[in-house]
């Protein structure tokens, strides 16, 4: 990853990501339910910015891996291989919390679809759908106040180190062993 890109991933991408997710937590938690949620866009809106986060970590993981030794295997870019574990950490904690928030999204879905066709008493079906719309919603706020959260801890833990982090140009892989 070239050096625009690189600045472009941190200042612009990442950023952009974090006051996305503040607006959409801000929409969300005014919303007095998961039907309203779907009807005002909000859903979508949620499930297009946890793709677009899972795809930021799945770049920003790549990114960090370009140092050799790789952060991920303990390497040493300028800091202690602690830190470097635990900026790979907080960004592989981000890509898997957002793929698992889109799972558990349809996962809702399905249990939705499953039940409204197992219920076979209408009492019974709309006490049950009001649990679960009461639970998506539940979830939805919480997936995005999470990876509001895991950005800015990425963000926090990339500034404090980030003029360790730069390639050694003079290194060579043979000179690791």
């Known amino acids: ?7 472009d991933l941190l200042n612009k991408e990442l950023i952009e990501r974090i006051e996305s997710l503040k607006e959409l937590s801000e929409r969300a938690q005014a919303l007095p339910s998961f039907a309203e949620a779907i009807e005002k866009g909000v859903v979508a809106a949620v499930r297009a910015e946890l793709t677009r986060c899972f795809r930021l970590g799945v770049r920003l993981e790549s990114w960090l891996n370009t140092y050799q030794p790789p952060l991920s295997s303990g390497g040493n870019a300028g800091v202690s291989a602690e830190v470097q574990d635990g900026i790979f950490q907080n960004v592989h904690a981000m890509t ?10 349809l996962a809702f879905e399905k249990e939705h679809a499953t039940m409204r ?3 076979t008493s209408e009492q019974v079906w709309l006490r049950y759908k009001a649990m679960l719309e009461d639970n998506q919603m539940h979830d939805l706020c ?4 999470q ?3 895991e950005l ?7 500034l404090n180190n980030l003029q360790h982090l730069r390639a050694d140009q003079d290194s060579r892989v043979s000179a690791m062993y």
């Open 96 to 105: 898997s919390s957002s793929g698992d928030a889109l799972h558990r999204m």
């Open 117 to 119: 066709t197992k219920c």
């Open 147 to 149: 990876m509001q959260s």
């Open 142 to 145: 919480k997936s995005v106040l």
């Open 1 to 7: 990853m070239d050096v625009c890109a690189r600045a």
């Open 152 to 158: 800015m801890l990425i963000g926090n833990s990339l």
